[in-house]
Nanobody
Framework: EVQLVESGGGLVQPGGSLRLSCAAS????????MNWVRQAPGKGREWVSA????????SSADSVKGRFTISRDNAKNALYLQMNSLNAEDTAVYYC??????????????????WGQGTQVTVSS
């Protein structure tokens, strides 16, 4: 069974931090490009960040650059998103997802092959 399970979301105050995790199973995680994608209420999904299979190349959306850091531990089949300096605009459901090609920007043509169920991040005082 191919599965991605996100965790680590929750309620955090503006300026706070969270670390999201994505546990992968049922496929060769270490050969797959991984992404974080988010969806705010009433809005479409927004690409956040990507990391290549080897973990030596990353990319992030301008809206999170300098605040969010994507990483992975292939030995643990795990993907992470360290989120710092959170603000209300970061409130969304965050998903991890695979892509066939490396993603460098939020492109509507990007195909996300495997999705998790998402984890809710709420930034509020």
């Amino acid at each position: 069974e191919v599965q991605l399970v996100e965790s680590g979301g929750g309620l955090v105050q503006p300026g706070g931090s969270l670390r999201l995790s994505c546990a992968a199973s049922g496929f060769s995680f270490s050969t797959h490009i991984m992404n974080w994608v988010r969806q705010a209420p009433g809005k479409g999904r927004e690409w956040v960040s990507a990391i290549n299979a080897g973990g030596d190349r990353t990319s992030s959306a301008d809206s999170v650059k300098g605040r969010f850091t994507i990483s992975r531990d292939n030995a643990k089949n795990a993907l992470y998103l360290q989120m710092n300096s959170l603000n209300a605009e970061d409130t969304a459901v965050y998903y991890c997802a695979t892509t066939t090609v490396m993603v460098y920007n939020d492109n509507a043509c990007t195909t996300y092959n495997v999705w998790g169920q998402g984890t809710q991040v709420t930034v509020s005082s």
